[in-house]
């Protein structure tokens, strides 16, 4: 049996309202637009959730508590694996959903991203944490694979035969933050973000540490990135100006920045 931790219930509804009503990262696509979360519930009991997974599992699961919570939506499937003649793995679909008002079968896509803005000769561009994740590459596979995976004659024949399913209609939901440099004159919007999503800002290391002079610091934990946590961050400790600084040099890593009242991204000095 997994290890679940429930230690901050107070993360959870964060987490969980973050779901509910954040700005989305990503505008209506017109191979898939965004979910209504008009169904969602307010009132569900704070479920427990996993915060030693990855990113992207543990939202993967606090969507499917709202899902399955939800009097508008049945949730048929999660993680519904698609097969081709081989019986090689071509694609995965995250939910696939009955709108039980419309009677309408939808398959979701979920996504948790964070980028960068980037501009170098006048050029902009979107990387993440990881530099080789860049936005454009992420909306090209989108576009063009994942939200047309249920379309493919693999998935339409599987999800006839398996869930009695011969229509589907792709939508998606995309969460996260974009930061812009925090010396950057302008604030290029990427292709189909929207333009109401969260923004903040970014620095290097070193740029942090010469701009700096505070002696601890906060450091927001990987599973409140696309959270709010104006409201948390008091109660989320601080770490000393030291550590921080080893940490920092190892990997990106997300603080809130008290003058600022928001978040801030700082990546290491070699990333690129």
Known sequence: MRKIDIRNLDH?????????SSPLLVDDLPEAACFDRGGFSEGVVVPELNYSQKLGHLYEDALEYLLRHSDEIHLLGKGIQIFNEEKETIGELDYLLEDLKTGEFIHLELAVKFY???IDDGVASFPGPDPRDNW???????????????????????????YGVSEVTPEQLIYGKIFD?????????PPAMNAACQRGSWKYLSEWCKGSS???????????????VEKLYPKLGAVSREEFIMEADQRCT????????????????NWS
């Open 136 to 162: 454009l590459n992420k909306l090209e596979n989108l576009r063009q694979r994942q939200l047309k995976l249920a379309r493919r004659s693999e998935a339409a024949v599987f999800l006839l035969e398996r």
């Open 12 to 20: 959870t509804r964060a987490l969980m309202e973050s779901l509910r």
């Open 254 to 269: 997300m603080i809130w920045d008290e003058e600022a009242r928001d978040t801030q991204f700082i990546a290491p000095d």
């Open 181 to 189: 440099h925090y010396l950057a004159e302008g604030r290029p919007n």
């Open 116 to 118: 960068l803005v980037r």
């Open 214 to 228: 505070g002696q601890e610091v906060t450091i927001i934990p990987k599973h409140l990135w696309p959270v709010n």
